[in-house]
C-alpha cells in the first residue's frame, strides 16, 4: 500500500513571505503532478515533473522532484492573496488507466 | 475554465434514496474519471471510464455505479446513500495515453445526504 502525505497540512501566511510545502512518499513513481483547487472548483494542474531531480519554475512556483523520484516540494516566493487555495500532490504511475492518485493537500491561506 | 461541466451543482438527499450526477467531457476527450472528496481532504479516485466501458476501480463498494455516453459524456449512480456520501464530487475528463496527459476537471457536485 503506498502511503502519500503532504506537509503541511495548512498553513497561513502573510502576503509577500516565502513559503515550501511537500509531498513524500513510501514509493518511487515514474512522474508526479501538482495541482491547486480553489473554493467551489476542481483541481487545476500545475505541473508535471517526471525525471529525478528535476526542477520546474512557474513564475514564482518552483517545484522540484526528489533525486529517488519518492519525493517533492512546492516553493512560493513572494506569496500573494490569489495563491490562497489547497495544493495537492498526485504522484503518476505507468498503468493501463491513468487515475490520479491525490495526497490529501496542503491548505494555504496567504493574508493581505 | 475547463469546457468540463457537471450538474447539478449541489444537491441534498436523504439517507437511502439514490442519486444520478452527470459530467459533460470536454472536446477531444474520450475518458472520465470520477473522483469523491470529503471535506479537508485529497479527491479518492471512484472509477475511469474509456470509451464507454469501466477501465479501472478504486476502493468503493458496488453502490457506486457509472456510465459513459457515446458522445463521451458520464453519470455517476450512487445507490442506498449512506451519511458518509455527503462530499463534492468530481469529475475529469482526458485524452486516454501516457500517464502525463492533462486532467481536466468539473467544478464538481456538492452532496449533501442527510
Known amino acids: 500500500t503506498q502511503l502519500l502525505e503532504q506537509s503541511p497540512q495548512f498553513l497561513s501566511i502573510q502576503e509577500g513571505e516565502n513559503l515550501t510545502v511537500y509531498c513524500n512518499s513510501s514509493s518511487v513513481f515514474s512522474s508526479l503532478q501538482w495541482y491547486r483547487q480553489e473554493p467551489g472548483e476542481g483541481p487545476v494542474l500545475l505541473v508535471t515533473v517526471v525525471t529525478g531531480g528535476e526542477v520546474k519554475k512557474l513564475k514564482r512556483l518552483t517545484f522540484q522532484f526528489g533525486d529517488a523520484r519518492k519525493d517533492s516540494s512546492l516553493h512560493i516566493t513572494a506569496a500573494q492573496t490569489g495563491d490562497t487555495g489547497l495544493y495537492l500532490c498526485?504522484?503518476?504511475?505507468?498503468?493501463?488507466?491513468?487515475?490520479?492518485?491525490f495526497g490529501p493537500g496542503t491548505s494555504l491561506s496567504v493574508i493581505p | 475554465e475547463t469546457g468540463v461541466t457537471q450538474s447539478p451543482t449541489h444537491l441534498i438527499k436523504t439517507r437511502g434514496q439514490q442519486v444520478t450526477l452527470r459530467c459533460s467531457s470536454q472536446s477531444g476527450h474520450n475518458t472520465v474519471s470520477w473522483y469523491q472528496q470529503a471535506l479537508g481532504q485529497g479527491p479518492q479516485f471512484i472509477f475511469q471510464?474509456?470509451?464507454?466501458?469501466?477501465?479501472g476501480r478504486g476502493n468503493f463498494p458496488p453502490r457506486f455505479s457509472g456510465l459513459q455516453f457515446p458522445n463521451y459524456s458520464s453519470e455517476l449512480n450512487v445507490n442506498a446513500l449512506e451519511l458518509d456520501d455527503s462530499a463534492l464530487y468530481l469529475c475529469a475528463t482526458s485524452r486516454a495515453g501516457r500517464e502525463t496527459d492533462t486532467q481536466y476537471f468539473g467544478p464538481g457536485t456538492r452532496l449533501t445526504v442527510l
Open positions: 498526485a504522484p503518476r504511475r505507468r498503468t493501463s488507466y491513468d487515475k490520479v492518485i
Open positions: 471510464y474509456y470509451r464507454e466501458e469501466e477501465n
